[in-house]
């Protein structure tokens, strides 16, 4: 197995990372000041490294690439018994030396970690040579150098410190990246975040996702009803969520009673601590993550970045949800009207079909055509035309249910399908429609007065001797064809015969 630290983001086996996460990661490799191996699992090879490692062993990229890491790496202590084939080492941290190109040996510390890529296991190595500090500690007659000692805990820290972090970028982005349903992405986003003892905060906290300078209550844990009602009307800048989202800025507030920015209250409201972060990509601010601390409590700095970064995923995840809705819905509906287009047509109706297949319980057609459209394009132009279509198609939305589907069938021709609905309901629903574009007062120019239109429908109902969708919509043409016929402007049925 051969791999790299960028096609451990592009395998397909492992779960994308955003790309400004991605770049995150290959920055942190390329440029951290401790050697980084990635090691195979079972050949104990190495295959990937960092600049620093060439530094720290002395070996050059090509001699590094596929050398055992055995012949660098002696432990201080024997191997334990979960070590696989690998000398000394386990996920977790160890001591020993690595053995230079010239022979030299230096002392170092070891934090691993075990990640899959393509079903194969490799070992994550961050490597820290602790060679100055050994240096200072025997240059003190045999004293320890106490400055020197605490530096190197310091250290030791640090890199456990940054460790964490990075495992938890890594299992937030793996987990929100599989999301492709917003709901689901933020209840999970904020269940981990809040889960997490790191960050001190209580198990409850809200997510508000911005849109033109108003925020919506989106997603919230732990929160009764008292606190959805008093943010239902949030504006940015009200509040500290408000604040967060007009400034973009990360904000922590120790205790709102104190915090005159807070002028949101509600019914059972305690005391209690904010930590607030935008949730932004690109420069622009999708939402806020609103996150609840103890009164009297903060954030440290480093806490407060990683909650940053995290906030950064989501927002990144969050656009990708609302760009894939946003495609998935150009792709079923006429970008005109925004009713569904024949393709999301077709679909419904093989479905309607296929229930009342199984059910015997019977579905509708209603096939309705604008009265003189072509007279009303020539008179006042395309455009006119194009807006009569689009507020032809909002009255028409008003008058049936939401389970029902009204799909542009072509030109200034709509289909609706009314799921469980007999012959007798389906005219009513056409009539009411038909009353509703009739009455309608359309303004096709501000300097010209409102006109009126008239419309035709047909109407079809299926019955079990129908076997193929095409042949109701034939009926419903039909039907179409001969409320025309008869003068326009009313609703006729199919009859039995076509006549």
């Known amino acids: 197995m051969t791999g790299t630290f960028d096609e451990v983001f592009e395998s397909s086996q492992l779960p994308l990372h955003p790309p400004h996460s991605e770049a995150m990661y290959q920055t942190l490799f390329e440029h951290a000041g401790d050697a980084i191996l990635v090691v195979h699992g079972q050949t104990g090879k190495i295959v990937d490294h960092n600049p620093t490692a060439v530094q720290l062993t002395g070996f050059s990229d090509g001699e590094l690439h596929g050398m055992s890491l055995s012949d660098i790496w002696l432990p201080d202590e024997p191997a334990p018994a979960d070590a696989t084939l690998l ?38 190595l961050i490597v820290r040579d602790l060679s100055s500090h050994h240096a200072q500690a025997k240059g003190t007659a045999g004293k320890r150098d106490a400055k020197a000692v605490a530096q190197a805990r310091r250290d030791i820290e640090e890199l456990a410190q940054s460790k964490e972090d990075l495992a938890i970028l890594f299992d937030i982005s793996s987990a929100i990246s599989k999301e492709i349903e917003l709901g689901k992405l933020l209840d999970q986003a904020l269940a981990m975040i809040t889960h997490l003892g790191l960050f001190d905060v209580q198990r409850k906290g809200a997510i508000f996702l911005v849109e033109n300078e108003r925020l919506t209550l989106a997603a919230h844990l732990g929160l009764d009803e008292a606190f959805c009602a008093a943010h239902q009307s949030l504006k940015t800048g009200d509040c500290l969520c408000g604040l967060v989202a007009s400034t973009g800025t990360q904000l922590v507030s120790g205790n709102i009673a104190k915090d005159k920015r807070h002028d949101i209250t509600y019914p059972g409201m305690i005391p209690h601590g904010h930590a607030i972060v935008p949730l932004s990509t690109g420069g622009n601010t999708v939402g806020v993550l609103c996150l609840f601390l103890p009164p009297n409590k903060g954030v440290d700095e480093r ?51 296929a229930g009342a297949k199984r059910s015997g319980r019977p579905f509708s057609l209603i096939l309705l055509d604008l009265d003189h459209f072509k007279q009303y394009n020539d008179s006042f132009g395309h455009v006119a035309g194009d807006k009569l279509l689009s507020d032809v198609g909002s009255l028409m939305s008003r008058e049936v249910r939401e389970v029902d589907l009204i799909a542009r069938y072509g030109g200034e021709e709509f289909l609706i399908i009314l799921p469980d609905t007999g012959e007798q309901e389906a005219l009513e629903v056409a009539e009411r429609i038909r009353d509703s574009i009739i009455s309608y007062e359309f303004r096709y120019s501000r300097q010209r007065p409102t006109t009126r239109i008239t419309v035709s429908a047909g109407v079809a109902t299926y019955e079990s001797s129908i076997s193929e969708v095409d042949v109701l919509v034939a009926r419903a043409d039909a039907a179409l064809y001969r409320a025309k016929e008869n003068g326009r402007n009313q609703v006729l049925p199919w009859l039995t015969g076509g006549h």
């Open 87 to 124: 000398p000394g080492l386990a996920p977790g941290i160890a001591r020993g030396s690595h053995r230079r190109k010239n022979g030299a040996l230096l002392p170092v510390e070891v934090n691993s970690r075990r990640i899959e890529f393509r079903g194969e296991e490799l070992l994550l």
């Open 303 to 353: 806490k407060l970045r990683l909650l940053m970064a995290i906030g950064n995923q989501l927002a990144v995840a969050i656009e990708k949800i609302n760009l894939y809705q946003k495609t998935k819905k150009l792709s079923l509906h006429d970008p005109l009207t925004g009713l569904a287009n024949r393709h999301f047509m077709n679909i419904s109706l093989k479905n309607n079909m």
